[in-house]
T-cell receptor, first 109, second 117 residues
Framework: GDSVTQMEGPVTLSEEAFLTINCTYTATGYPSLFWYVQYPGEGLQLLLKATKADDKGSNKGFEATYRKETTSFHLEKGSVQVSDSAVYFCALLGYKLSFGAGTTVTVRA | EAGVVQSPRYKIIEKKQPVAFWCNPISGHNTLYWYLQNLGQGPELLIRYENEEAVDDSQLPKDRFSAERLKGVDSTLKIQPAELGDSAVYLC???????????????FGEGSRLTVL
């Protein structure tokens, strides 16, 4: 069945550091891929998405490229801020939306 | 525009007691989902509704869990009786009906955190 594997956390960074969260997937067909984010005390919200191979999703300075050849959808941000501290979930939409386990990111001032 | 509203935010009960969670989706969203999120894990789908119809309840433990979505708007998720292992966050989400080629975005509520003692 469909599944998502993402980098285990927690990840702790200093402000302005570069962030990468790895995500790989297993799926039949051509799923859509997502990154959801959960800020402290808030519900999950969509960060970005990509619907086909080589698509790049971007939002709030974050980017992820749908790589069919490596079945990956890694999340990157060039310069993180304290406000980026959150839990990040990679997700795959096949028959249903399947989530990874989440990666907790803490950014220190 | 109001988001997905869930209640209660927190619930503490003793094992073998019943519990119910309520969800009000975003107006106009025909699809409603209940997810279970255990600590340190990603959400897992329990049930998906298209209007009043449960179109995917394969992951819902039907011996103790039940859900309903009367009139195709609000939904209730019930556990009876609750067990220690049911301690988790129960998330409700809604979306517009998926159409071909449109993956759609799920909008999540803040969740209901259940603690079973």
């Amino acid at each position: 069945g469909d599944s998502v594997t993402q980098m285990e956390g927690p990840v702790t960074l200093s402000e302005e550091a570069f962030l990468t969260i790895n995500c790989t997937y297993t799926a039949t067909g051509y799923p859509s891929l997502f990154w959801y984010v959960q800020y402290p005390g808030e519900g999950l919200q969509l960060l970005l998405k990509a619907t086909k191979a080589d698509d790049k999703g971007s939002n709030k300075g974050f980017e992820a490229t749908y790589r069919k050849e490596t079945t990956s959808f890694h999340l990157e941000k060039g310069s993180v801020q304290v406000s980026d501290s959150a839990v990040y979930f990679c997700a795959l939409l096949g028959y249903k939306l399947s989530f990874g386990a989440g990666t907790t990111v803490t950014v220190r001032a | 525009e109001a988001g997905v509203v869930q209640s209660p935010r927190y619930k503490i009960i003793e094992k073998k007691q019943p519990v119910a969670f309520w969800c009000n989706p975003i107006s106009g969203h025909n699809t409603l989902y209940w997810y279970l999120q255990n600590l340190g894990q990603g959400p897992e789908l329990l049930i998906r509704y298209e209007n009043e119809e449960a179109v995917d309840d394969s992951q819902l433990p039907k011996d103790r869990f039940s859900a309903e979505r009367l009139k195709g708007v609000d939904s209730t998720l019930k556990i009876q009786p609750a067990e220690l292992g049911d301690s988790a966050v129960y998330l409700c989400a809604s979306s517009l009906t998926r159409t071909s080629g449109d993956p759609g975005e799920l909008f999540f509520g803040e969740g209901s955190r259940l603690t079973v003692l």
